[in-house]
């Protein structure tokens, strides 16, 4: 059974940083792409990052340069580093894994204060 555990939201200021992780679990970690998104109050869910089972990353247009994906193969956890925070960053933040099925954490309150 896949699962996947998100941590690390909060409330900061603008321009702040935060690092949000996902603890994956029931699946060969290593193999598989991984994926954050986010969905803000009325807005529909977003990809925010992905980073292939080789490495490559690939970002959204708006946290292009401010947001970078990781992971750890051997902790079987993705990362989220958020640097120079936005109020429009303000969302909910899911991790994902696509198998046969969409996989999803429940995810992580991030909120940013102008």
């Known amino acids: 059974q896949v699962q996947l555990v998100e941590s690390g939201g909060g409330l900061v200021q603008a321009g702040a940083s935060l690092r949000l992780s996902c603890a994956a679990s029931g699946l060969v970690f290593s193999m598989h792409t991984l994926a954050w998104y986010r969905q803000a109050p009325g807005k529909q869910r977003e990809a925010v990052a992905t980073?292939?089972?080789?490495?490559?990353?690939n970002y959204a247009d708006s946290v292009k340069g401010r947001f970078t994906i990781s992971r750890d193969n051997v902790k079987n956890t993705v990362y989220l580093q958020m640097n120079s925070l936005k109020p429009e960053d303000t969302a909910v933040y899911y991790c994902n894994v696509k198998l046969r099925l969409d996989y999803w954490g429940q995810g992580t309150q991030v909120t940013v204060s102008s």
């Open positions: 980073i292939t089972q080789g490495g490559d990353t």
